[in-house]
């Protein structure tokens, strides 16, 4: 059966050649996300995940002076913005049920936007409907995101990304 829905799993791919490329589509996904909407960001250290996750708090009107830093050691950073941003990193957490003892499934279900990081820990708690977001680091130093939407965001994230890879050519 799952062999089966995979077919029909759509993925998207969008090259970012520079870090103003990175900085207009964060900002175009922060001005488009709807309060309950869920980005989770992996690929390896340094590819740019926090750098997307600064963009996207841009565009949800996060303020300028609140700068939004890699929550690690925290793991979870809330900012206020148009909605909340609820930015998390599992970097340092082992697997799904350390998520759950902490808590932090229960920001899955809040309203805001939830981003986050290395959610591959974790994987099996993740609620379906989501945005994943994998930030490949090529050799050029440009960065190819592969997209995967869940079912309820398909449709706009191609409007987007279409949006996106115009203003890119200008
Ligand atoms: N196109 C790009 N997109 C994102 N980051 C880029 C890009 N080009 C260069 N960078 C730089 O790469 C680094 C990415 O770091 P960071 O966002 O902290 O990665 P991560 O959170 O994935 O570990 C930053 O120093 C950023 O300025
Ligand atoms: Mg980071």
Redesign the pocket.
Known sequence: MYRMLEVFVKKYTLQ????T??EIFGLYLGQNANSGDIICLD?D????????TQAIARGLDVDKNCYVT?PSFAIMHEYPGRIPLFHMDFYRLQDAAEVEDLGFDEYFYMSGLTII?WSERATEILPEQRLSLK?ILNDD???TVVMEPGTEYSHDLLLLVNKCRQLMED
């Open positions: 970012l050649d520079s870090l490329a990175t690929g250290l340094g590819a740019g995940k926090t750098t997307l890699s990081e930030i130093e440009s960065r």
